[in-house]
Structures are given as structure tokens and as C-alpha cells.
């Protein structure tokens, strides 16, 4: 267990539809980051959150939104989903601007 | 734009022998690169690192190189066990102000056969 907590684990939904995922970091740990990892392009950089504002943001679509609340869980909204977000999307967490972070264990989205 | 490539994709080793894994970066201001290993199922663990005011890094069978000149960095593994077989990442934090970003690579598929 890393301390990072990813739910769910698993997501299947249709296209068209809303889904959110949820990210608890590290006790401890200021800065979210969200990740995408698909077969064709490995990981890539959604956002970043630390202590509740975002602080830096990837090649994030339009329809997905994000989120860090107050006790520093944050949220992932994927919207009007595509084939092509089927992919596994990744949490990370570390203390400030602390180097090499800690993944969670993903949640696996795939839209039919 | 910010870009690591990472070689070879796939790379298979028989047990006790050595692996190495390169990656090369585009932005020269680059400053910190780890290496992650991620097992079937589980998300990416950090198992070295190194930032850019060192050369080389060890910890016991891992090591990590780094040529700021060419801009590359290496994994490398001795004496490899079954249990090293999983997907390795190299990742770079470019130099984008106070953010932990991280650029990967493609990952690199190992496996150490018995």
C-alpha cells in the first residue's frame, strides 16, 4: 500500500456520460497530481494541485475537470466521454514541491 | 516542446545478467530524474533518482547515470532477478517553475528469465 488511495478501481460507462474519480494522497502530502496512461501514449500529465489551488496543468481536454478540497482528496470529472478515454488514470502525491512522488494504485476507466 | 525518449521498448535478460535502460531528454534545464517501476496491475513505484548536480547514484543492484551534455540518463541493473521483470519509466522534471511535473518515457518492458 503507498498511502495514495485511488477509487474506484474500476470503472466501466457508455459514451456520452460523466464520470468522477476520487485521489486521497499521502498523509502528509500537499500536491496532487493527476496522470493518463494509455497504450499509445504512456503517461501524461493532466494537473497539479498543492493545498487546494492548482498549481500547473498538462495537455488536460476541456471536457475533464479537477478538483482539491480542503481535507486535500481530489477529484477527477471525465465528461461527455469518448472510446478514447478508455485508459488508466493515475494519482500521485507528494509533501510541497518534494521530488519523486507516489503513485496510487489507478483507476481503470473504459467507455463502451 | 518537453519530450524524454526512452530505448529499447522491450528488453529481455537472463537472470544475473545486467539490464540498461536510456532515456534522453529535450529540455536542457531539466533538473531532477527518477525511475519508476511499475508492476502488473499496480501503479508506478520510484526506485531511484537523481538530480542534475550529480553525475551517478547507487543503491545496491540499481544505478542511475546521468550526461548533462548529452542530455541522457541510463538505468542500470546487475545481477537481474525474476522479480525485476516489470514495465521501467524514466521520467524529467523540466524547468517549469514551481511545479512537480514530470515528463515519461514510452516504458521499457523487462523480463529476466529464470
Sequence with gaps: DSGVTQTPKHLITATGQRVTLRCSPRSGDLSVYWYQQSLDQGLQFLIQ???????AKGNILERFSAQQFPDLHSELNLSSLELGDSALYFCASSTGQALGYTFGSGTRLTVV | GENVEQHPSTLSVQEGDSAVIKCTYSDSASNYFPWYKQEL???????????????????????????KTAKHFSLHITETQPEDSAVYFCAAKPFSGNTGKLIFGQGTTLQVKP
Excluded at chain 2, 537523481?50 to 547515470?65: F, L, M, P, Y
Aim: aromatic share 6%.
Design chain 2, 41 to 67: 496491475g499496480k501503479g508506478p513505484q520510484l526506485i531511484i533518482d537523481i538530480r542534475s548536480n550529480v553525475g551517478e547514484k547507487k543503491d545496491q543492484r540499481i544505478a542511475v547515470t546521468l550526461n
Design chain 1, 49 to 55: 494541485y498543492y493545498n487546494g489551488e492548482e498549481r
